[in-house]
């Protein structure tokens, strides 16, 4: 608990009141994957999406999935690069397993770069997590052999450095989502983890390894200045009060006791980070006229069905419509989300990840369908081409 005490006890920031209040901003967008800039030991496919990029030893890393298409595939495969400039790239590692493979998540840590990600079927209508798998890049430039660090459905989800130590969520049983039964109520964990080595996983509060049980999975957190951590959860599975998201605040003393208000849209792929006092989210956002996925907030009649066929009409409903990734703002107190802008981004979208830079604003990693080309709906694009891009966010 070292880093959570520090952190909380560091919150609370200097006084702005009376400044200005910074928005954001974003630059021109630039296309990384496929891209001329990479070496020539990356062979990319139709689908390149999920990702996630850090720094190590003053370069820019970045991991990605290629594949034939969203779907799970013995061909994806994922690659590591590293650039000093983030416009060519140097290869680094190939992991291929004759099976999918997804979540690439990188961790910089003692000198050490951690690679972690989830091992999956090659059923393309099935969700089948078959654990994690971690190598790690020592300083000097070898990578260990990839072993298992969690052989059951457990997939990592976020590992960020903040209060002084690693930090990792991720989640249980996920094939819940997918497979309700009439009438069931699915138990997915979701879990909360600290580390001082990189390997080695703790709970981030003792005793509380799990944070949450129900239809919740992608979890992502931040503090608060005043201390308190504020988590946005992603709840396709849903729960006897309904489905889409879930913004949840522990306070300072109690960082575990969730208190959780229901939002019907469902972010997918949240990313959640504190800048100059305020939480902000990046995720998936439905383009519909409500965006929400729980629709029976438009149309009570759906609190008809049992909890299984809410499941699968809300899924159904989802996958036919367009979608963008999205910059969010997350209220640390209302637990309330309000849209600020849309990254340039169609069909299927939105697995972000975030570089900051010296100068206090961030470089933005995602994929996406041809952001200038159709307005695809999800399904569309997740069996058409995606490609990954950069572009900066700063705040003025």
Request: negative net charge; charged residues 20%.
């Amino acid at each position: 608990m070292v880093g959570l005490i520090l952190l909380a006890c560091t919150g609370g920031g200097d006084d702005s009141a009376g400044a200005p209040v910074m928005e954001p901003s974003l630059g021109a967008q630039v296309q990384v994957v496929p891209g001329e800039g990479l070496p020539a030991q990356v062979v990319t496919q139709d689908a390149n999406n999920n990702l996630d990029v850090t720094w190590h030893e003053g370069q820019a890393w970045l991991a990605f999935r290629t594949a034939p298409n969203h779907f799970a595939s013995e061909d994806a495969t994922l690659y590591v690069l590293r650039s000093e400039d983030q416009q060519t790239w140097t290869h680094e590692l190939t992991v291929h397993l004759g099976t999918d493979l997804r979540e690439p998540r990188l961790l910089s840590w003692q000198g050490r770069l951690f690679l972690y990600y989830a091992v999956l079927g090659t059923d393309p209508l099935a969700f089948e997590p078959q654990g994690t798998m971690v190598t790690v890049r020592e300083p000097d430039g070898t990578w260990t052999e990839p072993d298992w660090w969690r052989q059951d459905s457990f997939i990592p989800w976020r590992i960020h450095v903040q209060g002084g130590l690693p930090m990792m969520t991720g989640y249980t049983e996920g094939g819940e989502i997918y497979d309700l039964g009439e009438g069931e109520y699915p138990e997915i964990e979701v879990y909360w983890m600290q580390s001082q080595d990189g390997l080695t996983w703790t709970d981030a509060v003792p005793g509380r390894p799990v944070v949450y049980v129900g239809g919740t999975s992608e979890t992502d957190l931040a503090f608060a200045d005043d201390g308190a951590v504020i988590a946005v959860m992603r709840d396709e599975a849903g729960a006897a009060d309904g489905f889409g998201s879930r913004i949840c605040r522990g306070e300072p003393g109690a960082l575990a006791d969730w208190t959780c208000a229901l939002d019907p849209r469902k972010y997918d792929s949240p990313l959640v980070f504190a800048h100059d006092g305020r939480i902000w989210l990046v995720g998936r956002r439905n383009v519909t006229e409500t965006g929400a996925y729980d629709l029976s907030v438009q149309d009570p009649s759906y609190d008809d069905l049992d909890h299984g066929s809410q499941a699968l009409a809300y899924q159904a409903a989802y996958w036919s419509e367009p979608k963008r990734c999205s910059l969010w703002e997350v209220d640390p107190v209302a637990l309330t989300v309000d849209w600020v802008l849309d990254l340039p981004s169609r069909g299927d979208t939105c697995f972000a990840s975030l570089l900051p830079e010296e100068d206090g604003s961030y470089t933005v990693y995602n994929y996406s369908s041809d952001p200038e080309g159709p307005d695809l709906s999800w399904i569309e694009g997740q069996t058409d081409t995606t490609q990954i891009y950069r572009q900066p966010l700063w705040w003025e």
